[in-house]
């Protein structure tokens, strides 16, 4: 999507090979108007497939989820990283390691809010790893429920999580995927 | 708010008199429709205050804030509850208490994402004993910003928080305040 792309160009910091904020338009400061836009492509990319429940994780996707779900006039469910190591049966959950944090957190979707009649669109800031979109999956299967596809904003395509994501099957559609970046020559783009 | 009110009683669950869960609808599972109208309140509440900034706090104020700061045609900035002990210099940071969690902790906002041209409005999914919205001032406060009000879904008008707020010159909005409840006599709410 070019008008995120000269976005990611213009306001997005590449602090090194690996790392990108965004954190001024897409993570931390938000631009409504922006994440309005990319909510319209999830919608068009997705609009055939019947979903009938969106899916993210907290924190950051929570926005561009709610404006997608607004879009197919659904609900929205997300995700909570729980705090405690005993989990109550009265939810599914799954481990989400976090290679930026160094941990693994426990996430958690309440029983009463997925099950076997639901087709899943799960959106997320980023993918990287695939961490987060493994553990998502997980959870919906656990419900009995139908995965549809995921909806990423800003895909690091240099790190494995989209094609091993991909290479099982798995919709994935990213409307930015950085190719490859570094402080001094900036970002290329896959197309 | 009336559809707020009917709402809340149709799907909120009485755990105790002083738990309230609304998570079918307001904070795990979102209905976006809802939550666009409460956000379009926001919006005639605040429309003549000429605000430019909505800050909110993660995770589950987001969505309505996200709906909120698109009326407005402004950016939201979530503030993010910090890991680290450890606060860098490029934020600003307050103690945040939760007496649900028996917990305290360290939010921060960025410096980059609130200054002292900002007229904010801090929007909130719950008001209760007013911690998270005391650390959101503090916030703006520390930023030389304008705290302008705060929008609030669901206040627990027998808990201490909106009285002080308000007794401390705060102007609080909210859209359903909770006078009392019980499982057995079901929610009483203040107009």
Redesign the interface.
Known sequence: MELLEKRIVKDGKVVDRDILKV??FLN??????L??LLAEEFYNLYKESNINKVLTI??SG??VA??T??LF??????A?KS?SANISENVYSADVHSFT?GNTNKVI??K??LNSCDKVLVIDDFLANGQALIGLKEIVDKAGAEFIGAGIVVEKGFQPGGKMLRDNGMRIESLAIVKSMDPENGIVFEH
Chains 1, 2 share one sequence.
Request: proline share 3%.
């Open positions: 954190d001024s931390h400061q938000i631009d409504v108007e994440l309005s907290e924190a929570i926005a709610a404006f779900a607004k006039g659904v609900p929205l469910v997300f909570k705090k944090h979707v309440s009463e809010f």
